[in-house]
């Protein structure tokens, strides 16, 4: 598991949820999930999701370190709020953060 896309998919069975119920639950479109292609989901995708389940650490979707769950390494990790982002194709965790700097 390398890619966003696998770790998110790691994420949800985590939460022992299907797809679709972890969709649901994000107020995210039926096969939005399985859309997102190798260039990373819209920013839009990520607040969605990213409210829908605070606990997850966005460090280790976006960039695969640190853990899964906030709160449970004893490195800080930033905080990461999306604001009005309406709708950015983000390809790394990088990217993200250079967006939300310029939104500020």
Avoid: H, Y
């Amino acid at each position: 598991m390398d890619g966003f896309k696998d770790r998110l998919t790691l994420f949800v069975q985590s939460k022992e949820m299907s797809i679709r119920r972890f969709e649901e639950a994000c107020g995210l479109a039926n096969g939005t999930i399985g859309a997102i292609k190798s260039q990373g989901p819209t920013a839009v995708v990520v607040s969605k999701i990213s409210e829908a389940f605070p606990d997850l650490n966005l460090n280790w979707l976006f960039r695969g370190t640190g853990s899964m769950f906030l709160g449970e390494s004893s490195q800080p990790t930033p905080a990461v709020s999306i604001g009005t982002i309406q709708t950015v194709n983000i390809g790394n965790w990088d990217k993200l953060v250079e967006l939300l700097k310029q939104q500020k």
